[in-house]
């Protein structure tokens, strides 16, 4: 059986502010074939890109029921469905723990109503990573990337799905360009 990798970055320029610029990109990959996309929106923020990257991603897919890896550099997003917070928040009627609405609520339901047509485990991965650079400690990154995502992945498999990362974060950055460029 094939499995359906996406890798996934969100990204905003000048986060917080007022005339803050997000973009997001996403790789879906499956057996040889690679798809990327990317796109972006003013007045946002990192998290709702985050969220749109990999919403972005499961509504480009033809048919459900796949079985789908996301690599994410989000803890907000990996840790949402590696701990079931979801299961919280709909339990209690989409209120956080501090009893406060949940942000981005809208994208998460989304999100839950994509990712529950297929069988799905979310990775995480430390963002931009300097892969060229002699200074990069690869070792402790790696024994991080385990420690996170399990021993199942080979360090061939960690160097790999970083530079899928990196890309991806490449692609959210010219969904912002694309943005400020028709500003």
């Known amino acids: 059986m094939t499995i359906l990798r996406i890798y996934t970055d969100g990204a905003c320029s000048g986060n917080q502010s007022s005339e803050n610029v997000g973009g ?20 946002t923020t990192n998290n709702r890109m985050e969220l749109t990257a990999v919403i972005e991603a499961f509504k480009a897919l033809n048919q459900g029921g796949q079985t789908v890896e996301v690599f994410t550099d989000s803890a907000y997003v990996a840790n949402c469905f590696r701990e079931k917070w979801y ?3 709909e339990k209690n009627k989409w209120k956080n723990a501090a009893r406060k609405s949940v942000e981005n609520q809208e994208l998460w339901r989304e999100l839950l109503a994509l990712v529950r047509q297929h069988d799905v485990k979310f990775y995480r991965v430390k963002g931009h990573v300097n892969l060229k650079s002699k200074s990069t400690d690869f070792d402790k ?7 996170w995502n399990g021993s199942r992945f080979t360090f061939e498999d960690f160097e790999y799905i970083t530079t899928m990362n990196n890309r991806a974060d490449e692609l959210a950055n010219m969904g912002i360009d694309r943005i400020k460029g028709e500003m």
């Open 141 to 147: 990154l790696y024994e991080k990337f385990v420690s």
């Open 24 to 43: 997001w990109g996403s790789i879906l990959e499956f057996g040889e074939h690679k798809r990327e996309m990317f796109g972006g929106e003013a007045n």
């Open 87 to 89: 299961e919280s928040w």
